[in-house]
């Protein structure tokens, strides 16, 4: 089973792509550095904090707990 890390990437990554945002618009819409956005879908990423996962979520105008749905 994968991690929780690697599952956020994917659901990241595909969030992203159905709101059609590039990464740099992402990390500017999130006020979160372009750099991040990266290792966050990176194929080993980084663990985000809670503060960045909140700016994603009001990024993609979804509540916090829509973005951490992995199903």
Known sequence: MENITL???KR???L???HSFTQEELAEKADISY???QYLESKNP???NLKTLEKLAKAFNLPLS???DFK
């Open 7 to 9: 599952r956020f990437s």
């Open 12 to 14: 990241l990554k595909i």
């Open 16 to 18: 992203r792509k159905k």
């Open 35 to 37: 750099k991040n956005l």
């Open 46 to 48: 980084t663990c985000p």
């Open 66 to 68: 829509k973005l951490l």
